[in-house]
């Protein structure tokens, strides 16, 4: 069994359980404790399951991780997807930027386009692309969150509400493998991304492979919803299937 498809069995295990010790998981899958170590490490790092002194649990579903560390994790996957995306994205086009550390880099990966006009819920999209002169970055009305610069609330979604917009570019904080669902943790974000979806022609979810299978208490949608899908890994077999049966195309960003 490879690293990653034993990683993925271990939050399977996790999460079925709840909490499960380091030996346990080392005599399921006939590996060193000190192996089984690592990979909770790196799956507790990527804020998927919580670390215990011997063993392992479920990670909060009500509360994500904090700005700072969100900004660290998965960096070289969220710089593939970001590039990934740039280049689907014509010269002259409007789009919607949504909160995320993943849409940040996306921002930074547009920087070398032309006359792009581009509304945002993100301050701090907004000042990665006030730089350029021929881009027009509008920002929606609403409540600054002090945490990471996100604007939500009614008048954020009256806002987006007013606008058809060619490509609405969107994260998320988790993808449910069993049925799709794609999860966050502020209702008030997700009313946002919602009306970014329902005004957008085209919807691009940028989403590293860590989204898969993380747990978060608020349903945005589905999976099925968007029309592509960027990640740096492969999605789990379910998803896949989703993906196909919707027509929604797969773009795997190595």
């Known amino acids: 069994m490879g690293q990653m498809t034993r990683q993925d069995q271990i939050i399977k295990v996790v999460r079925e359980k709840g909490y499960v010790s380091i030996e346990e998981l080392a005599a399921q899958f006939n590996v060193t404790p000190q192996t089984i170590r690592r990979d909770i490490n790196t799956l507790a790092d990527q804020n998927i399951i919580r670390r215990h002194h011997g063993g392992a649990s479920c990670e909060s579903s009500t509360t994500n991780v904090d700005y700072s560390t969100r900004q660290a994790l998965q960096l070289d996957a969220k710089k593939q997807i970001a590039k990934h995306i740039a280049k689907e994205i014509p010269n002259g086009a409007s789009l919607f930027i949504n909160i995320g550390t993943t849409t940040e880099e996306v921002a930074r990966a547009l920087l070398q386009h032309h006359n792009l006009k581009i509304i945002t819920n993100n301050i701090n999209v907004a000042s990665i692309l006030r730089t350029k002169e021929d881009f027009n970055v509008i920002v929606a009305g609403g409540t ?56 957008s022609r085209e919807v691009f979810l940028a989403a590293d492979h860590a989204k898969f299978g993380r747990s978060a208490m608020v349903r945005l949608g589905n999976i099925t919803q968007v029309d592509r899908l960027f990640s740096d890994a492969e999605p789990p077999k379910s998803i896949k299937a989703l993906l196909k049966e919707h027509s929604v195309k797969f773009e795997l960003c190595e």
Not at 174 to 193: F, K, M, P, T
């Open 144 to 199: 600054v969150r002090s945490r990471d610069g996100g604007i939500i609330g009614e008048a954020t979604v009256d806002f987006i509400n007013q606008f058809r917009v060619d490509y609405g570019i969107i994260g998320i904080s988790a993808i449910d493998q069993e049925d799709g669902s794609l999860l966050d943790y502020d209702y008030q974000e997700v009313r946002v991304a919602q009306s970014i979806i329902s005004n």
